[in-house]
């Protein structure tokens, strides 16, 4: 069974299967968009703080109370996806439940520049039966913090199969004008979008290039406002937020990956870049360097650094067939190390096993 914050009054329920998810009512169907939107909760609250600390409210409410009716029809695990949901489960801890968590990256940042989070993560991690994580920094920090190695475990995010099979299908000797450069995810401002049309409009005029941006949010009509104030207008195109076969299509027409986010756990996209051939070209941050092993399977340039940005993307247009090799090695890595996301689901089913025995 999945618990899901409802979405605009979506229906009570949806049979999938052996699944059924379980949509929970928190407000009038207008308002219910607090965990949807781009940027999910942390934007919405910081958009319209009020409002949205009173439905974050009646969301707990509403799920804490979807989940005791389920927890007492008797269940064998919680699993809690993110650390807040894992503070919604902790009362079934009491009542003999097991507890596994899976923290991601935002999860982890939180309780590393507050002295709060820090303390209510190691009461989380205490008491739940089982914590994952999604990137080999984040275990070791935990490891690190909360001498927690034995109920750790880190497994990985998959890759749709859609995106492998355009990294298949990719031609590596086919020649373009311009360099066509891709931007996925969404428009807030962790993700840095306004860094990254800045450090475009700072390449030369004599290079070609073009800019398809994909995702939505609140930025989205400050960033086109920007790149017509950076006269840059005609060579960026907003696609608004797509899903992953049309995504994966995007990648079959582009090049290279431009990723500019200030913080990430283990973004989703470079890896399913990667796994599509891409040449990534991405800051150097926590989870990006475990993706990219420091430069060997894509571009790291300095978060912020706009001259060392510029410096590298000039580097790529050119002479983008010199770095053609890291975009094939960052694919096979993808697939040997990365993989399918049946791959995580059976490593998430040996957890659960684990910890059911």
Not at 220 to 230: G, H, K
């Amino acid at each position: 069974m999945v618990l899901v914050p409802s979405f605009r009054g979506s229906g009570n329920f949806l049979q999938m299967g052996n699944e059924m998810i379980t949509s929970c009512r928190y407000a009038f169907a207008r308002h219910e968009t607090l965990a949807h939107a781009p940027g999910g909760v942390p934007v919405a609250v910081r958009k319209r703080p009020i409002l949205a600390r009173i439905f974050l409210c009646t969301m707990m409410l509403s799920m804490f109370a979807n989940l005791l009716r389920k927890v007492v029809t008797g269940v064998d695990i919680i699993h809690a996806n993110w650390s807040f949901s894992g503070f919604l489960a902790l009362p079934f801890v009491l009542l003999g439940k097991k507890l596994v968590v899976t923290l991601r990256g935002d999860d982890v940042a939180r309780a590393m520049t507050s002295k709060l989070n820090y303390v209510l993560m190691g009461m989380l991690i205490k008491l739940s039966s089982h914590v994952i994580v999604v990137s080999k920094d984040m275990q070791s920090w935990l490891e690190d913090n909360y001498n927690c190695a034995k109920k750790l475990s880190y497994i990985g995010n998959g890759v749709a199969e859609v995106f492998f099979k355009v990294g298949h299908a990719r031609c590596y000797t086919e020649q373009h004008a311009a360099i066509r450069f891709v931007s996925v995810g969404n428009l807030i401002p962790r993700k840095n979008n306004k860094f990254l049309l800045h450090g475009l409009a700072s390449l030369p005029g004599s290079i070609a290039w073009s800019l398809m941006i994909v995702g939505e949010g609140p930025e989205q009509d400050m960033l086109s406002q920007l790149a017509q104030e950076l006269k840059i207008s005609e060579k960026v195109k907003f696609c608004g937020a797509l899903d992953h076969n049309a995504i994966a299509q995007v990648f079959a027409n582009s090049d290279v990956l431009l990723f500019s986010s200030l913080s990430e756990g283990k973004p989703n996209v470079v890896m399913e870049a990667m796994a599509a051939g891409l040449l990534v070209v991405a800051p150097r941050i926590s989870g990006v360097n475990e993706l990219l092993l420091e430069g060997r399977f894509g571009l790291l340039y300095d978060s912020e650094n706009r001259e060392d940005f510029v410096q590298v993307l000039e580097h790529v247009c050119s002479d983008f067939s010199r770095y053609k090799g890291k975009a094939i090695e960052a694919m096979a890595m993808a697939s040997a190390e990365v993989g399918y996301w049946c791959d995580s689901a059976s490593k998430y089913l040996n957890v659960f096993t684990r910890v059911c025995v």
